[in-house]
């Protein structure tokens, strides 16, 4: 029977590892559950971080927070959203499309790696992530990083531990970098581009010093699922710019007409601006409560269009292009085709597939992850092997957090 | 000055000096390899030049697959391996020692290509920092963090050391601006990590290789994320009566969610040092400078000064002085920049490199202060305002041994001071032996242990930079 291990402290989650690893026994370690891509083997007992919740320190002047891991998403955002503070990652938010439930944690963020549109310009969550606290799997509590913007004092084990999806250590506590919302946002859309055309007006724009803080296509096939319906006909371009006001309304002018000879332009306000955009970082067109197989493949900017393109000689697909192109949202219409969509990322010049859903007989016949050279996981083995001797944690798909 | 301890050398390895250089010259192709003794000398130091080791030999590769015959050979006799950019660590990272093979990039200095639809370009590890700039400026872009030896300095040890510079504050440190590498592990094997595509799979090797100074592996190219351009840009001089207002204007800019590009601090000895090198025109009446540099269109600069000045009155500013021209513009930057050197020509100093929180900077420039005093030497300040990044350089006489080691003294207290006060022993110029016995300040033991680990499963011989980073008692058996 799964047992589900609550620890109310760093040394009870101690003594919970050092037991199951005097007992060769499993641990799957969980945040809110809601980005699980694998579930595990039945019968595991579960390492959970519902109890170690709780803000510790919020210090808007220096704009950092440390949290416990099990602190809930929401919970974070409400204290910042106070002081007019946010994670400049937009972690993305996967219940609607892999039908989670649960309650999203902060651990569980920086544990995936979870980063959102404007990961490309102003980095991904394990960019933002300055210290953590853990307990590896000799049940030792250990700590990495601290709580200032710069820090090169020894190896940065706060990277490791950034989307290492509960495979190395049970994460405790986690300090993160924040910054000031943005006075306003907008959107600049152009309207009726095929995907080649929209990779070529988005390097425009980024080519530009406009500041987008957020670049996607969203191809007609999907363009109507976004603002209840409310984007121009056709597909949309769009670049989103944020800042002060009166500089926003100076550097949407200027992406327009750059813009111009590329297709009609159109605009959205802020409140707009921000349901599209949340929309774009939830994966909002596939949350159809489906099973349908979704990658989210990451490539260069410029590839992610001549991918699908490619694909779509051989198999039924839909997608959407985040991140200036580099982030491919890939819905198939039937098999997940792990290998064709794999072989072309590599022909294109590389990058990685991770299938975020599927029927669970498809999920356990796919490699989930991307597979990766064998002297790259045999290091990153070597690696896990000094955070968890024991392999207690690894009974855990590397899918899970 | 010479307290710090290096591994003793390997009598194994020294005895077998000459088979060494044979074996290496078959390796490399002609004039790759120096081994004679006094061409060795200028590889003995870095610019941490208090701590001198000739190394037995510098191999000087053309290639990746040099890099990895080299480091091939030298993991099979466990000889240890110095890698070497152009040698700028301010912290000995790139100091040999007598039984080291010193691997230096510096042949390897071409960029390989520039992707402006991607944003980015790749480089072979010996090429500057500043060369990459340099090489897409004309075209809007640029390379964005900017160490003070931008024009020297390698990608291959900004990567080692996870260089940072004036304008990280709002662009980030290397580690946030680099994409993909090649590097070759300690058994010759080569790598690709990353790459053009935002996110790599699987553990996040980039990250922890950059800063890891050397000991994960040799890095032979990088791949790098270029910016466009501001439209404009334009560093503003504030004066101040104390360091202690200049300190509380800084932590009050950032929390009033205004970030500049960059803010710097210099207090009145490093004012005077500065200007006595650039001239440029920084006010000679005030007890503290910030620099702070704001871009954008020429509205949004006036709009975003605007917010600043008025945090400033607040603090009594004394003197706001904006530059004229973009000729003005170079000169301030210049001044800054050459801080370091500048110092170097009027005395001897060592330069500490803690980062504290912000809300702690005022008091940490005053512990600084006292002391500098107590060990009866002098200290000018000069540093990254804006992420806490402070760079007291403490002046002394070198050809005095007492003065020597009371410097050394008041750096070590110093730098505890910053990790007290919620902070770091480095912020960008990485541990190196300066601050490796430090190390346990700043961690338990249980945290040394995991990194320690982390950096054996990399390099179990412990061969590849190994007198750095991590004390030299309690290391695991190799």
Redesign the interface.
Known sequence: MTMIHDPLSEEAASRIIRAASASSATLEIRGGGTRTLLPGPAGRDVLSSAGLSGIVAY??????MTAKSGTPLDEVAAALAER??MLSFEPLDLRPVLGTGGIPTIGGVFAT?A?GPR??VA??A??SLLGVRFV?GTG?????G???????????????L???RGT?AFLTEVTFRL???PETAATIVVSGLNDAEA?AAM?TA????V?VSGAAHLPESVCGRFVGGRLPDGAATVLRLE??A??VA??AEKLQAALASFGAISSLSAEETALLWREIRDVHPYADGTARPLWRV??????GHQLVAALRLETGVDAYFD?QG??VWLRMEADPEAELVRRYIKAL????A?LMRAAPTVLAATSV??P??E???L??A??????DPAGIFSGAS?GEA | MEQIGFLPPKSAVLSRRSEIVEDLLDLLPEGCLVHEPRALVPFETDAFVSYRRVPLAVALPETTAQVAAVLKYCHRYGIPVVPRGAGTSLSGGAIPQEDAVVLGLSKMSRILEV??????ATVQAGVTNLAISDAVSAD??FYAPDPSSQLACTIGGNIG??S?GAH??KY??T??NLLGVKMV?VDG?V???G??????????????L???EG?LGVVTEATVRLI????GARPVLFGFDSSEEAGACV??I??A???PVAIEFMDKPAIEICEAFAQAGYPMDVEALLIVEVE??E??MD??LESIITIARRHGVKVVKESQSATQAALIWKGRKSAFGATGRIADYICMDG?????QLSNVLRGTAEIVARHGLRVANVF?AG???MHPLILFNANDPEDAARAEAAGNEILKLCVDA??????????GIE?RDL?RH???E??????M??????DPQWILNPSK??PLEGRPAA
């Open positions: 210090n808007p002047a220096e704009m950092t007019r503070q790696n980063s990961r490309f980095g991904a394990r960019d590896n030792e509590v250990v700590k990495a601290g709580r200032v913007m710069k820090n090169v004092t020894g190896l940065d084990l706060t990277k490791l950034a989307g290492s190395l910054l000031p919302v990779a390097a980024m080519s530009m010093s500041e800042g002060l009166a500089s100076v550097r990451s490539v260069a900017p410029t590839a991140w580099g982030l010049g590389g990058g990685h991770t992850l991307q990766q050279a002297a790259i996981e290091l990153s070597r690696i896990k092997e000094k955070f590397a | 992707d402006y639809a991607n944003r980015t809007g872009y050391m996870n940072g990280c504050l980030g440190v580690t946030n592990l094997t790598i690709e990590l790459g053009k595509a935002l996110d790599a799979p699987g553990l996040d090797l980039l990250g922890l950059c800063g890891s000991q466009a351009k501001p439209e932590a009050d950032i929390g969610g205004i970030i954008g269109s509205a949004e709009g975003m980062t504290v929180p912000l809300s990254h992420d806490g990044n919620g902070g770091c022993l480095t912020g960008e110029h990485g541990v601050k190390m700043q961690y338990s249980a945290d040394l242990v995991q990194q680990g982390v950096r054996a499963a990399f980073v991590f």
